[in-house]
C-alpha cells in the first residue's frame, strides 16, 4: 500500500477503436520505450492545461494517422494504477468512426481482435484491467 506517500498523478488518455467487424485496435509497445512489447490502447498523456479529448484527437493523429471528431468519442471506462514513480490516470473512450487509414506511425504493431480475446495479449499493467471489463461494455 502507499499509504502517507504522495506520487504525481499523469493523466493518460486512450481509445478502443471498434471497427465493423466488433474489433478494437491495440497497439504493441516499440522497443526502446517503456514497457516495449506489452500491448496497450491507442493514446497518450495529456499536457498541462489539456482536455482529454484535445489530446486524446491529437495522439491520434500522430500514432495512427487518423482523425477523430471530438463527438465520436463516447466515454466508456477508466483505468487507476500505481506505478512506483507516479500514479496513472486513464480515461477510456470509445470510437466507431474515423477519418483516414490506420497506419502505425510510431513503429508499434497494431493487430485488431475480439474483446473476448484481449486476455491473450500481455498488456501494460494500466490497460491489464481492461480486459475484463471492455468486453463486458461493448
Not at 36 to 47: D, N
Not at 123 to 134: G, H, S, W
Request: proline fraction near 9%.
Amino acid at each position: 500500500m502507499n499509504e502517507g506517500r504522495t506520487h504525481p498523478i499523469v493523466l493518460v488518455a486512450a481509445v478502443a477503436l471498434l471497427n465493423r467487424d466488433g474489433k478494437v485496435l491495440i497497439a504493441r509497445r516499440p522497443p526502446g520505450r517503456p514497457l516495449a512489447g506489452l500491448w496497450e490502447f491507442p493514446g497518450g498523456k495529456v499536457e498541462a492545461g489539456e482536455e482529454p479529448e484535445t489530446a486524446l484527437i491529437r495522439e491520434i493523429l500522430e500514432e495512427l494517422g487518423i482523425e477523430i471528431a471530438r463527438a465520436d468519442l463516447v466515454p466508456l471506462t477508466f483505468a487507476s494504477h500505481a506505478y512506483p514513480e507516479f500514479h496513472l490516470l486513464m480515461p477510456l473512450y470509445l470510437c466507431k468512426r474515423w477519418l483516414g487509414s490506420i497506419v502505425a506511425q510510431e513503429d508499434q504493431e497494431l493487430r485488431w481482435v475480439k474483446p473476448n480475446e484481449l486476455s491473450l495479449y500481455d498488456m501494460a499493467p494500466a490497460d491489464e484491467p481492461l480486459k475484463t471489463t471492455l468486453p463486458k461494455l461493448l
